[in-house]
């Protein structure tokens, strides 16, 4: 594993609620990315960061925000659930400088919205 | 629109190749071709990537087409390690190092003992 940790792995929340889902990486990578998976979809980017306190919205970031106060740390947030957010959420990191060809991922926080 | 398309499943036999298409016709003179691969319930991995030349390594082998408009992922011997989801990706260099990565909806692997 390249040293991302996603938290919490699963979570079943209600429609209406905020939802804050966390990654953390021990690689003190500078690019940071939240995609999620849905069937038929593959994976779709949502929001990047290029660095700390530097984000940038994805191809689907409607209703997500996200914050990155520390290299360590990006955090995506569901301001208000919705039941179309019901999906797997996958982190992932890359280099700035060699190795900077290659993503790495997290095992997936799956999100059901009730 | 996806700007990869891969069919949505495949099976092969343990031991045998296996070759996994992918169609990128719009791909862009400098987007770089990936393959990465998600077992269940974990998050892709890098397989191996190219830009116009072939490519090996010690997972797999990537042919890309001369027109760089489609790219076959070749598993020289597949085991039922193998099956899997695997995915063609276009990567686009955005600035600097920076990267975003296009993907297909993916081919289910099924491997048959």
């Known amino acids: 594993d390249a040293g991302i940790t996603q938290s919490p792995r699963h979570k079943v929340t209600e429609t209406g609620t905020p939802v804050t889902l966390r990654c953390h990486q021990t690689?003190?990578?500078?690019?940071m990315y939240w995609y999620r998976q849905d069937p038929g979809h593959g994976l779709r980017l949502i929001h990047y960061?290029?660095?700390?306190?530097?984000?940038d919205k994805g191809e689907v970031s409607d209703g997500y925000s996200v914050s990155r106060s520390k290299t360590e740390d990006f955090l995506l947030t569901l301001e208000s659930a919705t039941s179309s957010q019901t999906s797997v959420y996958f982190c992932?990191?890359?280099?700035?400088?060699?190795?900077?060809?290659?993503?790495?991922f997290g095992a997936g926080t799956r999100l059901s919205v009730l | 629109d996806a700007k990869t398309t891969q069919p949505n499943s495949m099976e092969s036999n343990e031991e045998e190749p296996v070759h996994l298409p992918c169609n990128h016709s719009?791909?862009?003179?400098?987007?770089?071709i990936h393959w990465y691969r998600q077992l269940p319930s974990q998050g892709p991995e890098y397989v191996i990537h190219?830009?116009?030349s072939n490519v090996n390594n010690r997972m797999a082998s990537l042919a890309i087409a001369e027109d760089r408009k489609s790219s076959t992922l070749i598993l020289h011997r597949a085991t039922l390690r193998d099956a899997a989801v695997y995915y063609c990706?276009?990567?686009?260099?955005?600035?600097?190092?920076?990267?975003?990565?296009?993907f297909g909806s993916g081919t289910k692997l099924n491997v048959k003992p």
């Open positions: 992932a990191i890359s280099a700035s400088g060699v190795g900077a060809d290659i993503q790495y």
């Open positions: 690689e003190n990578h500078r690019y």
């Open positions: 960061s290029y660095g700390v306190k530097d984000t």
């Open positions: 719009t791909i862009s003179g400098t987007d770089y």
């Open positions: 190219g830009l116009t």
């Open positions: 990706i276009l990567r686009e260099i955005l600035w600097g190092n920076f990267n975003k990565f296009y």
